[in-house]
Structures are given as structure tokens and as C-alpha cells.
């Protein structure tokens, strides 16, 4: 693009042709150096990553440098179709000058002697103001220079490079002797899993990590599968010994009252609960012979009882130690050691007091798993539901009823609120509306208010009802 040249040589004509060109040069530095600085940035960027993706040093890229041509020339073509409008400058130079419209009438026709007076027109002060496009560009060059010419180094791997998984081998060999000392896992399954372990640092080289790390997930997914599911046959092993324990509380506190049927039933659901948990054996300890034999015969003693009830407390004590090293360790979660907290926790007496008043009508077994859950009521929102017979609709008669108007409107009203109670079954009257219901024939005259048109639409928005 051309810029305008003066048809004459006048001096003030000549101020306003190097403004302009003033103004234009600004702004092309201006622009140059904001885009020198995003040229910069991005092709650095794109060095780098062709340097970190072959691993070899750009000097074929040097080329790509020569784009800083493109990026000037654009910037000179916005900043001349960006200059400053001929007839503005000569107005804020005839502003400033105090010439009075002279410059500018000027343009339009010769002034004669009056040109004597425009003959020194003062030009303002430019000053370019880059300092943040400045630093930009400064930066972005010290950026593409450093990613051209500072050496990536890859990093070279050999077969012989070791690999560091120190750390994370010690976790899982801890983990395994902590199951081992615990008798979670037996020897030899202790032992498979020490041999994995030393397998896999024996194989763990830095030409191959993804192997090494795999491997070492493998394995720590193992032991934690197998620390849940011990942990998981301890809270069943706890819950049942907090039944067998409850249930022995109640037998020593009030069983002297029970029939010796309840009594025995009893007896035999103690011995089933005891047998159901030393058959997950998680607990690590067991009854003294003398309580095994008397619970098999079913004539254990007000004291045998309550000795019961402190053997099953240490044995549920065990159980909670070690889900606590466990969860220490973590390789449990804190849910599983809340479920082993409230077992065995419950009022003894109550439970025989239940145990007495509903024999016969359920077995004891029964009777444990409903007691503390609360009688009847309303229920719980997600309880099954119990549904009798349908009613069949066979010889039904249907009447039809045409409704009143004020039932039929109904479908208007708003729902406030839903009750419990019978519906209201009184007959209602005659329907009587209308605000002059109860007015008598006569002369009058009503006062009344014309809508107009526009208005109309904002009349009935206000009394619709939602």
C-alpha cells in the first residue's frame, strides 16, 4: 500500500506526511515485536519436541528462521492499514497549532497570504511504548536460542542399568511378613510369595521398567487380595462370635427362668454358633476342653457361662488386634474394622427376657436375628412390602357422576399438602357463586374500567394461575 503524498511542497503539508509516517513506523515495530515473540515460543516448542522425540540435534531446522520475515512484512501491511486518516491529522495538528480552521480549510482551497501563517506547524512528540512486547520478544528469543543450541542429552539405558524399586519392594516385604507373622497366609504361600518378590528385583532392569512395575503391581494386588479376604472372614468370625457371646450373657444373667426346652435350644445354637466360627479360624485361640465338653452336653454352669462369655471376649479381642495391624499397614480399609466395634455389645437380660416371652412362637436362631431390630411400625421407606390377595373386579358397577364445578376445578388448584387422615365424608350443599349472590333486583350502577388493547396481555399474566 502507497501512502497519500501532498500535491504540493508546502511545510505544513510536509509535517502531516511524516506524522503519519511516524505513527506507522511505531506501530509496525510494535506489531513486529509482538509477533516475533509468539514466533519464537512456538517454533521453540517445536524443537524441543522434535529434539525429545528423535533424540537427535535440529540443525536442519535452522531454516524455519526465515519465517521471521513473513511475520515482519504482516506486521508493516496491518500497521499501514492501520494509519491515522489524512484529514484527522491535519485536524489535531490545526488543534494543537491554534490555527484557527486555517490548515484545515487549506485542504480544501489555496489560502493566498494566509499560507505565511501555516508555514511553521509544530508536530507532537511520539514515543513508543513496547516495553512488555519488548521483553516478550526478548525472552522468546533467549527461548528458541537455548532450544537450539543447548545439548539434550538423552538419557542412555543399557541392559546392565539397574533399577530402583528399593522402596517399593520393602513395602510389599513387609506386607508379606506381616501376614506371615499374623498366620493369615501359611508358610509355603508365604514362602511362593518371598520367591515372586525376589524374581521380580532380580529382573528389574532399566532397558525394561514397564515389566519391573507391572510385575510389582501383580504382586501387591495379591497380597491385598489376600489380606481383605482374611480380614473379611474375620468380621464374619467376630459377628458370630458377638451372637455366641450375647447369647451366653443371657444364659449366666436370667437362665435360671428358662424351661429347660428353651434352655436346651439354647445350648444348641451356642454350640452351633461356636462351631460356625471355629470353622473360619481366624481367631488364633479356642476353648478350654472343659467349656467344649459342656457346651456339647449342654450343661454348662452359671460360672461356665460367664467364663464362656470372657473367652469369647479375648477371642474377639484377638480379632480386632489384628484387623487394627492390618489397617495400620493399610492394607484394609477403616469400614472393615467398624464392623467388629458394636458385636457382642447388648443387654443380656433383655435378650433373655426376649428369649422368654417369644419361645415357641420362633426358634432361638430366629430370635437372635430379630432381637434389637424394633418392633412394629410403619417401617423402613425401602422395606418389602407384603401384599394380600387383589380384590377382582368381576360384577363391579360402575355409576357415572357428572362433577360439579367446583370439583371439576380441581385441575387449577395447587397441592399444599398430603395427610394420614380419613377423607371428609359430609355431603355438601347447594353450590352457590358469584359475588352478588345475595343481592337484590334493583336499580344501580356499577363502576367500571375500560382494558385497553395493550394492556390486555399484562392483565391476564397477573391473575393466571400457575
Known amino acids: ?30 506489531r513486529s515485536l ?34 521471521i520475515i513473513p511475520c515482519v512484512l504482516i506486521s508493516i501491511i ?48 511520539l514515543r513508543l511504548r513496547a516495553s512488555r512486547p519488548t521483553t516478550m520478544a526478548a525472552a522468546s528469543v533467549l527461548f528458541l536460542a537455548g532450544a537450539f543450541f543447548i545439548p539434550l542429552r538423552p538419557l542412555i539405558v543399557t541392559a546392565d542399568s539397574p533399577l530402583d524399586i528399593a522402596r517399593e519392594t520393602q513395602e510389599i516385604a513387609s506386607d508379606i511378613e506381616l501376614l506371615k507373622k499374623e498366620e493369615i497366609v501359611k508358610s509355603d504361600e508365604a514362602a511362593s510369595l518371598e520367591e515372586k518378590l525376589d524374581s521380580a528385583v532380580s529382573e528389574a532392569k532399566g532397558e525394561d521398567p514397564v515389566k519391573t512395575w507391572e510385575a510389582l503391581d501383580h504382586l501387591q494386588a495379591e497380597v491385598s487380595k489376600l489380606a481383605q479376604e482374611s480380614a473379611d472372614k474375620m468380621a464374619r468370625e467376630n459377628e458370630r462370635l458377638g451372637q455366641a457371646q450375647a447369647l451366653g450373657e443371657a444364659l449366666s444373667s436370667d437362665g ?19 462351631q460356625t466360627a471355629a470353622g473360619d479360624g481366624e481367631s488364633g485361640r479356642s476353648l478350654p476342653s472343659e467349656l467344649k465338653n459342656g457346651l456339647k452336653s449342654g450343661s454348662l454352669s452359671r460360672e461356665q457361662m460367664k467364663q464362656l462369655s470372657q473367652s469369647l471376649k479375648q477371642m474377639q479381642g484377638d480379632i480386632s488386634k489384628k484387623l487394627g495391624e492390618l489397617r495400620d ?18 443387654d443380656g ?41 387383589p380384590s377382582t373386579e368381576k360384577g363391579a358397577k360402575f355409576k357415572e357422576q357428572v362433577l360439579p364445578s367446583s370439583l371439576a376445578g380441581l385441575k387449577d388448584s395447587q397441592l399444599v399438602g398430603r395427610s394420614t387422615g380419613a377423607p371428609d365424608r359430609s355431603n355438601a350443599g347447594a353450590q352457590q357463586t358469584g359475588a352478588l349472590r345475595g343481592a ?16 390486555r396481555a399484562t392483565v391476564n399474566r397477573y391473575f393466571e394461575r400457575r
Open 349 to 389: 437380660a433383655g435378650l433373655a427376657q426376649f428369649l422368654k416371652e417369644n419361645a415357641g412362637k420362633m426358634l432361638v436362631g430366629e430370635m437372635m436375628d430379630s432381637w434389637g431390630k424394633g418392633g412394629i411400625n410403619r417401617g423402613r421407606a425401602d422395606a418389602p412390602m407384603t401384599w394380600t390377595d
Open 440 to 455: 337484590t333486583a334493583g336499580g344501580g350502577s356499577a363502576v367500571t374500567q375500560t382494558i385497553l388493547p395493550r394492556h
Open 256 to 274: 435360671s427362668t428358662l424351661d429347660s426346652k428353651l434352655m436346651s435350644e439354647a445350648m444348641k445354637e451356642l454350640q452351633s454358633q461356636m
Open 34 to 67: 509482538i509477533s516475533l515473540a509468539i514466533f519464537g515460543f512456538t517454533l521453540g516448542l517445536i524443537v524441543l519436541s522434535m529434539k525429545a522425540a528423535s533424540n537427535r540435534e535440529p540443525g536442519r531446522l535452522i531454516w524455519l528462521l526465515l519465517g
Open 1 to 30: 500500500m502507497r501512502m497519500r503524498i501532498a500535491q504540493d511542497d508546502a511545510p505544513h503539508e510536509k509535517s502531516i506526511d511524516r506524522f503519519i509516517r511516524r505513527v506507522v513506523l511505531l506501530t509496525a515495530i510494535r
Open 78 to 125: 496491518l500497521a499501514l492499514r492501520r494509519r491515522p486518516q489524512r484529514a484527522a491529522v491535519r485536524a489535531m495538528l490545526d488543534l494543537r497549532n491554534g490555527c484557527g480552521g486555517l490548515l484545515m480549510a487549506r485542504e480544501r482551497l489555496p489560502l493566498g497570504e494566509w499560507d505565511r501563517k501555516l508555514s511553521r506547524v509544530s508536530e507532537p512528540r
Open 329 to 346: 499397614a493399610r492394607m484394609i480399609d477403616t469400614s472393615t474394622l467398624k464392623q467388629c466395634e458394636n458385636a457382642g455389645k447388648c
